[in-house]
């Protein structure tokens, strides 16, 4: 398996800079072989990862969702939650395709492209190498009915819509559409009908709980313990219907490239999961373990010029967290 990569970018004198890596999608890509952030079963993927530091003068923080039971937990309740949400519609999970497993983005800085994350090669001096050259790799979506709220009392069904697409981030606060826009915008305004841009997997798993227990018999599945304002017990519940938002995410996923080149070619934030820093020339070692295999990279350059930082990564472990 190659399992080895190197990362240079050109950094500004005080700069400093962040990124985001996908080791599933760039490790399916140079192997030609489809390696996962979460597995069939729901299991989030723990990636051991050894990174080398090159530089004058450079700091490397290393930033990764937790590495503990709640990360493990929340991705196997969003999981399950995803499935049902597909066997609802009659949709068996092999008819996906390379769309079957869940692919969560790390954060929602991620997601919505603040971030920038690093998979091509760029001679201007920000890239990887071996870069991507799948035919395709889609972040998943998810497709849920939404509540009408007290607040929407006497709108007409027509005035709202009754679906909701969002995407997954492990990390931060589920995003609503009613303070951030997305396409298509399915928020109605005057209400707090709920819409999501994106879901915090962990954030709204442990705040299942106390939805959950606020419930009348404490059932996950009884609708009247299913608080409007929490994605994940909507997932599970999905009142209403949704079936044809579910069929064209189905579509959607089957369709799904190979991650590769075909023609050969407090608990919900980033956390602190490595460092690294050189001194006169040289260089420094560090091994982190990143959840899911998604990671965040922040280089600082304190040389007095702007430097090439070079960082080489080398996947030493994958295994179940």
């Not at 009392?153 to 303070?179: N, P, R």
């Not at 009348?216 to 519940?237: C, E, F, M, P, V």
């Not at 189905?250 to 190979?258: C, I, L, M, Q, Y």
Request: aromatic content about 10%.
């Amino acid at each position: 398996m190659h399992n080895f990569f190197k990362f240079l970018n050109d950094v500004s004198s005080t700069g400093v800079e962040s990124h985001v890596f996908n080791m599933p999608k760039l490790l399916s890509s140079i192997n030609r072989k489809e390696f996962h952030s979460v597995d069939y079963s729901g299991n989030a993927q723990l990636y051991t990862i050894g990174m080398k530091l090159y530089g004058t003068d450079a700091e490397a923080i290393v930033s990764t969702a937790p590495n503990m039971y709640a990360t493990q937990r929340a991705v196997k309740a969003w999981h399950d939650a995803r499935v049902k949400m597909f066997r609802r519609a009659g949709i068996k999970m092999k008819e996906l395709g390379y769309g079957r497993s869940l692919r969560p983005y790390l954060d929602v800085n991620h997601e919505n492209g603040t971030t920038e994350e690093i998979d091509i090669e760029n001679g201007a001096g920000l890239g990887i190498t071996p870069h991507f050259q799948g035919d395709d790799w889609q972040y998943s979506r998810a497709a849920v009915a939404t509540p009408m709220e007290n607040t929407a009392v006497g709108t007409s069904i027509g005035a709202s819509d009754l679906v909701d697409t969002y995407s997954f981030t492990l990390c931060d606060a589920s995003v609503a559409e009613s303070t951030t826009a997305d396409d298509p915008d399915e928020s109605l305004g005057g209400t707090d009908q709920d819409s999501y841009v994106s879901v915090g997997m962990i954030a709204e798993w442990l705040d299942s709980f106390k939805q959950k227990a606020a419930g009348t018999d404490g059932n996950l599945l009884d609708i009247n313990s299913i608080d409007a304002d929490n994605a994940l017990l909507q997932l599970n519940s999905a009142p209403g219907p949704q079936t044809e938002e579910v069929l064209e995410l189905a579509e959607d996923s089957s369709k799904f490239g190979r991650p590769w080149d075909g023609e050969g070619a407090p608990y919900s934030a980033l956390q602190l999961s490595g460092y690294a820093h050189t001194v006169l020339a040289g260089s420094d070692y560090v091994v982190f373990r990143a959840p899911c295999g998604l990671f965040q990279l922040t280089l600082q350059n304190n040389h007095g010029s702007t430097d090439k930082l070079g960082v080489t990564f080398e996947v030493l472990a994958i295994e179940d967290m």
